[in-house]
C-alpha cells in the first residue's frame, strides 16, 4: 500500500481517512494516533460508535504564518554541538583552490547569510558527512541547487558550478 501524502508548507505528511483505513488493514498494530489527517471526524465518529479500542486520529494543527515558523524553529537543528559551532565561512574558504573559488564563496556566503541560512549550511555539513561515514549513496544533483558552488564544496551535489558558469543566484533568489 502506497499512500498518496500530501506535505502542506511547514513539512506535516496529510494523510486521508482511506490512508489511515488502509493502514490499519495491512497493519493492525499501527499506531495511527501520531500522525495528521485532513479531516478525522468521521473516522474519530466510527470509532466512538463501535467502542473499539482504536486509536483516534489528529487534525492538522493550527500553526503560526510560516514565516513566524522559520524564526521561532530555526535553532533547532538537531545535529552535533561540532556542527553548531562550524565557521562555515572559514570551512568552505579551506576548501577552495583559486582566488576565484574564494570570490564565489564569498558572494554566495553572503546571499545565504542574508537569508538566514547559515544553520542550513552548518547542518548540510553534518548531513553529507553523516551519509559518507555511513557509506550512504546520494544523487549527482539536480535543479537550481547545482548552481551553488558552496553546496558543491560541502558535497551536497556533484557538480562544479563554475566549469559551466552557472549563476548561484539563479539558486538563491
Given amino acids: 500500500m ?3 501524502i500530501k ?8 494523510f486521508t481517512e482511506q490512508d489511515a483505513l488502509d493502514l490499519l488493514y495491512t497493519n493492525p498494530d499501527f499506531d495511527i494516533s501520531k ?17 473499539l479500542e482504536v486509536a483516534t486520529i489528529k487534525k492538522v494543527p493550527n500553526r503560526e504564518p510560516l514565516y513566524q515558523f522559520d524564526q521561532i524553529h530555526c535553532g533547532n537543528w538537531h545535529m552535533p554541538e561540532k556542527y553548531h559551532n562550524i565557521d562555515v565561512l572559514n570551512w568552505l574558504l579551506d576548501k577552495c583552490q ?10 554566495e556566503y553572503s546571499l545565504f547569510e542574508k537569508k538566514k541560512f547559515i544553520k542550513v549550511l552548518q547542518f548540510l555539513i553534518y548531513f553529507v558527512n553523516t551519509l559518507r561515514a555511513n557509506n550512504v549513496v546520494w ?6 541547487s547545482v548552481a551553488s558552488f558552496c553546496l558543491f564544496l ?3 551535489h556533484k557538480i562544479n558550478p563554475l566549469l559551466y558558469n552557472l549563476d548561484h543566484r539563479e539558486f538563491l533568489r
Fill in 2 to 4: 502506497v499512500a498518496k
Fill in 7 to 14: 506535505i502542506n508548507d511547514y513539512g506535516d505528511c496529510i
Fill in 35 to 51: 500522525l495528521f489527517f485532513e479531516s478525522p471526524d468521521q473516522y474519530n465518529d466510527s470509532v466512538m460508535e463501535t467502542g
Fill in 98 to 107: 583559486s582566488e576565484e573559488e574564494k570570490i564565489r564563496v564569498k558572494d
Fill in 139 to 144: 544523487g549527482v544533483g539536480r535543479g537550481s
Fill in 154 to 156: 560541502i558535497g551536497v
